[in-house]
């Protein structure tokens, strides 16, 4: 028996079982029972679809959605309802999986985009790995870094500063539901130190440092920023005698 004979008999036995578990059907007579209740019974079969979730994924809703409509015509009235919804939500329970399915290769595809810097490419798989799981965190992730990794240090054209602000925007997401990510934090203190906002940077790197009091870089970058502001205001105080810092003296 081949693979797709043994998922078009285990069909029948799928369906029978989710009915089953839901009460409408009686395993000792072979007849779908009746049933009444629908505001409970509509909670059991989301119970049923939830619970079977994992090998329901395996299916494809072609064979449940036939293999449903052939327990629900013989059915009365009052019991095909409930039936209904339950093939309603199997068959959302498996579309959802398979979504789920296609969102980690997506990522897969992603990642390795990214790995070769292709960046544009990696950023397109991200977006479509969110497009079909809004809540895979790990592709919001990577969809922010890998803008982060097209910011051109301290180049202040409209563009890459709109590139920027894709990174900020997604790495702030990230922190608004973990502010103790660090990686995110990380993210944020370069991408705010390579558009020149140095303060930001800083104090993002003092949140790193605040979760990782072992990180060298974080104490590093704090360090190169601070040499920075430094020597900008000693600029600004030679040139308010008349002086420069060129390295070839002063008159």
């Known amino acids: 028996m081949t693979v797709g004979d043994a998922r078009a008999v285990s ?6 079982a989710i009915i089953e578990k839901i009460g409408l059907y009686d395993q000792r007579s072979g007849k779908s029972a009746s049933y009444s209740h629908s505001h409970s019974s509509t909670i059991t079969i989301k119970r049923a679809a939830e619970d079977n979730a994992g090998w329901l994924s395996g299916f494809p809703p072609d064979t449940l959605r036939a293999h449903l409509k052939e327990k629900i015509r013989p059915m009365k009235s009052t019991a095909r309802i409930p039936v209904t919804a339950a093939m309603l939500a199997l068959l959302l329970v498996t579309v959802t999986g398979c979504n789920r399915l296609k969102a980690r290769d997506q990522l897969t ?6 790995k070769n810097a292709q960046y544009e490419e990696a950023v397109n798989h991200f977006q479509n790995s969110i497009a079909l799981d809004p ?18 240090p301290n180049l202040d054209t409209p563009e890459n500063l709109a590139i ?88």
Do not use: C, H
């Not at 069909?11 to 029978?16: D, E, L, N, Y």
């Not at 809540?135 to 051109?152: G, I």
């Open 11 to 16: 069909g029948i036995q799928i369906v029978r």
């Open 109 to 114: 595809k992603g990642v390795q985009a990214f």
């Open 164 to 251: 920027a602000q894709k990174a900020l925007d997604g790495f702030n997401a990230v922190l608004a539901k973990d502010p103790n990510d660090v990686t995110a934090l990380k993210q944020m203190a370069s991408i705010n130190f390579n558009i020149k906002k140095l303060d930001l940077a800083k104090e993002y790197q003092k949140k790193v440092i605040t979760l990782a009091p072992n990180d060298a870089e974080a104490y590093y970058t704090i360090g190169v920023v601070d040499w920075m502001q430094s020597y900008k205001s000693a600029v600004a105080i030679l040139a308010a005698d008349g002086l420069t810092d060129a390295g070839d003296g002063n008159p």
């Open 135 to 152: 809540n895979y965190e790990d592709a919001k992730l990577y969809l922010a870094t890998a803008y982060s990794y097209q910011v051109v």
